[in-house]
């Protein structure tokens, strides 16, 4: 028995070196870099925050314009008939816990209108504990809302639908990363923020159009698939600028309204 649980971890470690060692190498460290004021012509910019890890980072996009944050913000101004000038402070390969340094990087003075966060994945990977990661997400989304600040989470993705990863890792990341996402809109809907279930609203189509929604390395979204999930996330990123008031299937509003 013993044996057999020790065989067994030896295994997922092995794995997910494997895993490690493949996802995200053809695509290099470094996203594109997508920060600047989007469709100019309207004006009267609103201020977009991206915080996170590789996904909120646009890693894998062809281009600038193909990242998330520049998708989300192309997507936000058509519909408020206003620019949008995007800070973009993810990194690739950030975990929750990384936020912290993110929002103690930005400038000084600056306030967005919005925050937009996308992380969790590579806590997952990392095997960081689901209680571990809810704390650092709380910390981060109480920080911006005592500055007034609406806050929109995509919740973590579900990693069970990723091919390449190796079965049992494979099942085991789609547990993992199910439970992870449920703490994530736990804790943002309870702190005031909004929630978006990724897996939900945008996992079927990864699901069933893999060759369109991933970029080259098979783990993160290409261009297509970042249009996707900004195009998903965006209805929680209207209501949370007061420009929209019905959330659909998948998005999850704020559990108390303190700021």
């Keep these: ?11 997922l470690s092995l794995q997910a070196r494997a895993a490690r060692a493949v996802v995200g190498k053809p695509l290099g460290e470094d996203a594109h870099r997508a920060d600047g004021l989007w469709k100019k012509k309207y004006g009267d910019p609103i201020e977009l925050l991206v915080l996170g890890d ?8 062809e281009d600038p314009g193909a990242t998330f944050g520049a998708q989300l913000a192309k997507r936000l101004a058509k519909k408020a008939r206003r620019s949008v000038r995007l800070h973009v402070a993810a990194r690739v390969g950030a975990e929750t816990s990384q936020l912290r340094a993110q929002l103690a990087g930005l400038p000084a003075g600056y306030r967005p209108d919005v925050a937009v966060v996308v992380v969790g994945g590579n806590d997952v990977t990392h095997r960081v504990r689901v209680s571990e ?8 989304v109480r920080t911006l809302r005592e500055r007034g600040i609406p806050v929109v989470v995509g919740t973590c993705p579900d990693l069970g639908a990723l091919s390449v990863l190796q079965q049992p890792l494979r099942a085991l990341a789609g547990v993992s990363s199910r439970q992870l996402a449920a703490a994530q809109r736990e804790v943002v809907t309870e702190l005031g923020g909004l929630a978006v279930s990724l897996a939900d609203v945008v996992g079927p189509f990864f699901v069933t159009r893999p060759d369109e929604m991933f970029a080259v390395d098979r783990f993160h979204p290409s261009g297509a698939g970042y249009r996707r999930t900004a195009k998903a996330v965006l209805p929680s990123v209207l209501v949370a600028l007061s420009l929209a008031e019905e959330l659909p299937h998948g998005h999850h509003g704020p559990l108390t309204r303190s700021s």
């Excluded at 590789?54 to 996009?61: E, F, K």
């Design 54 to 61: 590789s996904i909120a980072a646009g890693l894998g996009a």
């Design 1 to 11: 028995m013993v044996g057999g649980l020790v065989a067994g971890r030896g295994v």
């Design 133 to 140: 990661s809810r704390r650092h997400l709380g910390e981060a």
